[in-house]
């Protein structure tokens, strides 16, 4: 008997969307029902170069930003290769930000095309479903924690997520982060569940390019 692969599942969205909140809630709902799964987020802190994002998110340190773009990328690189392991062995990853932010963030706040901001992430494993949590400005404003980090500025959240609208292809799907934590999480429930059992056969992609791994 071959074993069933696990789903590559990315939430993406502006800072403060309820990314993390929903992450958390999915694998603990996928995992009730006797589902693999595990959460992943980016940056991934824990690493060499995620303590170099770290230290530079929170203003402890100054790089240019075309450095900063590829520590990020790097950051997703670095993990790639467990990750892949994990889902091919069976187990679905909740992703909290992959390539998306990584573009989308870099184009915003450097002014950088797209199709630059995107090259470094060509070939990592492609994500089966990315969920774009959508929230008003007036929702994103009300929520608590803003102002600690770089990038964490209201101003440039409109910017990012008109990013995150051009990077949609058919994987993408947009879903109302306006909606309580409930609703919420009942659609990308929906969501996961379906997708999981769609792509179980299925060989796993590889980012911006159309061939499978
Ligand atoms: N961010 C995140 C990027 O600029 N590029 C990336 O590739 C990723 C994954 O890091 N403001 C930004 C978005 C966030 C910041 O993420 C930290 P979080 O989810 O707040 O820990
Ligand atoms: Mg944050």
């Not at 989308?104 to 494993?125: H, I, M, Q």
Request: proline share 3%.
């Amino acid at each position: 008997m071959t074993i069933k692969r696990g789903a590559l599942l990315v939430l993406e969205g502006c800072d403060r969307a309820g990314k993390s909140t929903q992450v958390q809630k999915l694998v603990t709902e996928l995992t009730a029902r006797g589902i693999s799964a595990e959460v992943r987020r980016f940056p991934d802190r824990t690493t060499e170069v995620g303590k170099m994002i770290d230290k530079y998110l929170s203003h402890a340190v100054e790089l240019p930003a075309e450095t900063v773009h590829l520590l990020f990328s790097s950051n997703r690189w670095e993990n790639c290769t467990e990750m892949k392991k994990a889902i091919l062995s069976g187990t679905t990853l909740i992703v909290d930000r992959y390539a998306g932010s990584g573009a989308a963030y870099t184009a915003a706040t450097t002014g950088k095309d797209l199709s630059w901001c995107k090259e470094p992430d060509r070939g990592l494993p492609k994500p089966d479903l990315v969920a774009l949590l959508e929230v008003s400005e007036d929702v994103q404003a009300s929520r608590a924690g803003w102002g600690s980090e770089r990038f964490e500025r209201i101003e440039l959240q409109q910017k990012i997520s008109s990013n995150l609208h051009q990077l949609m292809d058919e994987s993408w799907v947009t879903v109302n982060g306006n909606d309580d934590i409930d609703k919420v999480h009942a659609k990308l429930l929906t969501l996961a569940l379906s997708t999981i059992e769609t792509v179980k056969n299925k060989p796993l992609g590889e980012l911006y390019n159309s061939k499978p791994l």
